[in-house]
């Protein structure tokens, strides 16, 4: 009996010594996934503001042992044996973070090479060579059709190039889904995202025909106003140049950007100049990649956000929109490793779009642009297209993906045809040459998506606290503070349930725009 006591506590002290050897690996991981997050950030920040060379190859070979089978194994059994809730949590998202980088390493120096030929490349146009990423800025400004073709279909060559990596790419990424346990890429990126892509899918579709109407009379309308077009003569070259809205840029100048930025936050009680831990870099570098971004390189104390302004709204639009992902990770407090960097982005990109829309707002616009009655009315129009052209594009992008993830061969039609449809563009041979770069990894568009509805619910729920002016209460900005300082913490589900909604719906959204048109007298039907 004395024996048989002994062989039990002998046990019990190894059950314990393997659970906290286990713990010990598992706290490793964090630590090695941290420095590899912040090493990998600091890269890419490089790359995007100065050019630099991209080598994220090298990070993943220095951390090759972080991202291994028997680690997302590891994870699993105690995420699996885990009872506290939020140390579930905690352990899914470093369990999914782990599967996805199990892959991404894999790609890495493929997507080195295409970042590192992004940034070299020079595109002959007319027999001037101009930086391919600064062809976008080109288009974007040029207001004649044809040499906005030109310029368009001068690419084609090196998409041509680059499509021959990215295939390799989404190939690998199909082989290694199967290999960790999936049916499918899609079934793998339905785990990751939380969401089952198919049920969303008819969500998409009744966005896209429940705007159908408005769209294509705001697009008529804009296409005669703004190009001197109509819809047999728009093609994809033609969108920078449609949703330019040039006759605003007197109201958006650069040199008040980022001086208006940080007006609009101060009357939420946020001085945007006492926050040393976010940084703006708005320079202009020929090398430096035009989209603006943000990068959380240590959250909460190291925020950067970078942007090459072109000038008028649409920089007003980026950098408000990127302030947003920045005032939510410089304002983050949860302790939590995995709740600061890991997680879905569906929340932060809402926090990004509520920031993006004070645009949209007519009390706001009265107070930082002084437009008159009548021009205020005519952008409130231009931004409500805007907004439904973007939401409708990325719609088609995800009933695309829903197709090209299949592994369907006709992917390069199939994505043309669905952007067409969707935009309202007549579509030509240079379009098809997109079909892979402008695909986001991993779903991200659905993120987007989500974003874009659960925004319009967030804001409909400040307006009902604060008022049509919330914007200018510290109290919500105290509000939403106290979201922010969860970080990554919440899924877009558990938010729009915290704030007072069953589910994310595209509801708000579509209410909002009846209210922005019914003031113009368009208003769009369900």
């Known amino acids: 009996m004395?024996?048989?006591?002994?062989?039990?506590?002998?046990?019990?002290?190894l059950l314990f010594f393997s659970c906290s050897m286990k713990n010990k690996q598992i706290e490793l991981i964090r630590q090695d996934a941290d420095q590899l997050i912040k090493a990998?950030?600091?890269?890419?920040?490089?790359?995007?503001?100065?050019g630099a060379f991209s080598n994220q190859d090298s990070l993943y070979k220095a951390y090759e042992h972080l991202f291994t089978k028997e680690n997302i194994q590891l994870v699993k059994q105690a995420e699996e044996k885990e009872k506290d809730p939020q140390k579930k949590k905690a352990l899914t998202y470093l369990r999914l973070y782990l599967l996805s980088e199990y892959i991404s390493k894999q790609t890495a120096a493929l997507y080195d090479q295409t970042e590192n030929m992004q940034s070299q490349a020079k595109i002959k146009v007319e027999g001037k060579e101009i930086p391919f990423r600064q062809i976008a800025v080109l288009i974007s400004n040029e207001k004649d059709q044809n040499k906005r073709r030109k310029l368009f279909v001068s690419q084609d060559s090196f998409l041509d190039s680059l499509n021959v990596i990215y295939k390799q790419i989404e190939d690998f990424y199909h082989s290694q889904a199967q290999e960790l346990g999936y049916n499918s890429y899609n079934a793998f990126a339905q785990d990751l995202k939380s969401i089952d892509l198919e049920n969303f899918k008819p969500v998409v579709q009744d966005f896209l025909v429940k705007t159908q109407i408005i769209y294509e009379t705001l697009l008529t309308e804009?296409?005669?106003k703004n190009l001197k077009l109509n819809r047999n003569y728009f093609y994809r070259f033609d969108v920078p140049a449609l949703l330019r809205q040039g006759e605003f840029d007197k109201y958006f100048p650069k040199e008040k950007l980022v001086e208006t930025v940080k007006a609009t936050y101060l009357d939420l009680g946020i001085d945007m100049d006492k926050q040393p831990n976010l940084k703006i870099d708005s320079e202009e570098r020929e090398k430096k990649n035009p989209r603006a971004v943000c990068f959380a390189i240590d959250v909460p104390a190291d925020v950067r956000l970078s942007i090459k302004p072109i000038g008028g709204v649409q920089d007003y639009a980026a950098l408000?929109?990127?302030?947003?992902?920045?005032?939510?990770?410089?304002?983050?407090t949860e302790k939590i490793w995995e709740f600061k960097y890991?997680?879905?982005?569906?929340?932060?990109?809402?926090?990004?779009?509520?920031?993006?829309?004070?645009?949209?707002?007519k009390d706001w616009l009265s107070k930082h642009t002084q437009m008159s009655e009548t021009d205020l009315k005519e952008f409130l129009k231009a931004q409500v297209f805007s907004r439904l052209l973007l939401v409708r594009r990325y719609c088609a992008k995800f009933l695309?993906?829903?197709?090209?993830?299949?592994?369907?061969?006709k992917s390069e039609k199939i994505y043309a045809d669905y952007l067409s449809q969707a935009m309202g563009f007549k579509r030509t041979a240079s379009d098809e040459k997109r079909?892979?770069?402008?695909?986001?990894?991993?779903?991200?568009?659905?993120d987007y998506l989500r974003a874009w509805f659960l925004e319009a619910q967030l804001k409909s729920k400040l307006k009902e606290k604060f008022g049509e002016s919330w914007f200018e209460k510290k109290e919500a900005g105290a509000y939403l503070k106290a979201l922010w300082e969860n970080g990554n913490k919440f899924t877009g589900e558990e938010l729009v349930q915290q704030i007072g909604y069953p589910t994310i719906s595209s509801d708000a959204l579509i209410n909002e725009i009846n209210q922005l048109l019914s003031s113009v007298q368009l208003v769009a039907k369900d």
């Not at 695309?400 to 061969?409: A, C, F, G, K």
């Open 2 to 13: 004395k024996n048989l006591k002994i062989i039990c506590l002998i046990l019990i002290s």
């Open 40 to 50: 990998q950030s600091e890269m890419g920040y490089a790359n995007w503001t100065q």
């Open 222 to 224: 804009f296409l005669q």
């Open 320 to 332: 408000f929109h990127e302030s947003g992902h920045g005032e939510h990770f410089a304002n983050t």
């Open 342 to 361: 890991l997680g879905n982005n569906t929340v932060t990109e809402a926090y990004a779009f509520l920031s993006e829309y004070f645009l949209s707002d």
């Open 400 to 409: 695309y993906e829903l197709e090209l993830h299949s592994q369907n061969p």
């Open 435 to 446: 079909y892979l770069y402008d695909v986001d990894a991993n779903y991200y568009v659905v």
